[in-house]
T-cell receptor, first 117, second 112 residues
Framework: ETGVTQSPTHLIKTRGQQVTLRCSSQ?????VSWYQQALGQGPQFIFQ???????GRGNFPPRFSGLQFPNYSSELNVNALELDDSALYLC????????????????FGPGTRLTVL | DQQVKQNSPSLSVQEGRISILNCDYT??????FLWYKKYPAEGPTFLIS?????DKNEDGRFTVFLNKSAKHLSLHIVPSQPGDSAVYFC???????????FGQGTELSVKP
């Protein structure tokens, strides 16, 4: 069983640029969530995708956008990068609802470390 | 507004002893609580969860206790092992599969 994978591992951008981060969900998982983890903090929810539709959004501006594809992989796009966007971006997938006892678990990828200069 | 709080940034425990990590929450609508462990350069790894209809859940060396009236949960690790040294996050959600609200984390160090 392949776990959640993310690419790239590390990325350096400058202010004002745009970035796309990618996530492949765990096999059989149809829900993907994205989180931002700043240094010394817990992960903060950005948004969630379920069956290619946005299914909840945290307190992030519209320049944070996403997509989910038919194979349930996902992208996170951030426009007009700011210095404060420097963080670890985590993708998590979870199994279909009704999966016995496991649907509340979110399985995280290793993250993409974004540095904005 | 920090809805989930872990007030101890760090905890040091001797190998073989019990580790107790604490977490408080403010939103009474939370129905599911989870603990994750995180090593540097890795994503969080799910450890154990509990729903609000229970007050205790065990899995091997890990036990989570939930006190709904106090809006408090704790993770007990017995016996603690050096490999348990990591950052531990508690998280809460309002429904199964919903967005997770994380605490700030507690760094556990288990000394041989």
């Amino acid at each position: 069983e392949t776990g959640v994978t993310q690419s790239p591992t590390h990325l350096i951008k400058t202010r004002g640029q745009q970035v796309t981060l990618r996530c492949s969900s765990q096999s059989g998982h149809n829900t993907v969530s994205w989180y931002q983890q700043a240094l010394g903090q817990g992960p903060q929810f950005i948004f969630q995708y379920y069956r290619e539709e946005e299914n909840g959004r945290g307190n992030f501006p519209p320049r944070f956008s996403g997509l989910q594809f038919p194979n349930y992989s996902s992208e996170l796009n951030v426009n007009a990068l700011e210095l404060d966007d420097s963080a670890l971006y985590l993708c998590a997938s979870s199994p279909p609802r009704g999966t016995s006892g496991r649907e509340n678990e979110q399985f995280f990828g290793p993250g993409t470390r974004l540095t904005v200069l | 507004d920090q809805q989930v709080k872990q007030n101890s940034p760090s905890l040091s425990v001797q190998e073989g002893r019990i580790s107790i990590l604490n977490c408080d929450y403010t939103n009474s609508m939370f129905d599911y609580f989870l603990w994750y462990k995180k090593y540097p350069a890795e994503g969080p790894t799910f450890l154990i969860s509990i729903s609000s209809i229970k007050d205790k859940n065990e899995d091997g060396r890990f036990t989570v206790f939930l006190n709904k009236s106090a809006k408090h949960l704790s993770l007990h690790i017995v016996p603690s092992q050096p490999g348990d040294s990591a950052v531990y996050f508690c998280a809460a959600s309002r429904y199964q599969g919903g967005k997770l609200i994380f605490g700030q984390g507690t760094e556990l160090s288990v000394k041989p």
